[in-house]
Nanobody, 124 residues
Framework: QVHLVESGGGLVQAGGSLRLSCAASGRTFSSTTMGWFRQAPGKEREFVAAIRWSGIITYYADSVKGRFTISRDNAKNTVSLQMNSLKPEDTAVYLC?????????????????WGQGTQVTVSS
């Protein structure tokens, strides 16, 4: 089992930026795909971004493409999400997840371990 802890959430005005981080511990971090999902009240969990073990191949939801950037540091067992040009509709709890290398990185079913989440609130 992998233990994931997110940090970096908070309250920001529309147009602002936040950087989320996720620290992983526990079983080996290698050969994994890391992902960020978000869930707003009354809505289903939504894919945001994912990154493969290499750190080169990334995936983004259309709604965040060009504004968010995912990165990982395998030496430190961390994954980050830089969020720029934030919009009120980005408001949600953001969750970090890890799974073995998968052919469906945008599906929450591909991930085996999840963090507790960090709240991001964007005011208009």
């Amino acid at each position: 089992q992998v233990h994931l802890v997110e940090s970096g959430g908070g309250l920001v005005q529309a147009g602002g930026s936040l950087r989320l981080s996720c620290a992983a511990s526990g079983r080996t971090f290698s050969s994994t795909t890391m992902g960020w999902f978000r869930q707003a009240p009354g809505k289903e969990r939504e894919f945001v971004a994912a990154i493969r073990w290499s750190g080169i191949i990334t995936y983004y939801a259309d709604s965040v493409k060009g504004r968010f950037t995912i990165s990982r540091d395998n030496a430190k067992n961390t994954v980050s999400l830089q969020m720029n040009s934030l919009k009120p509709e980005d408001t949600a709890v953001y969750l970090c997840a890890v799974g073995l290398s998968t052919s469906a990185p945008m599906s929450f079913r591909s991930y085996t371990d999840w963090g507790q989440g960090t709240q991001v609130t964007v005011s208009s």
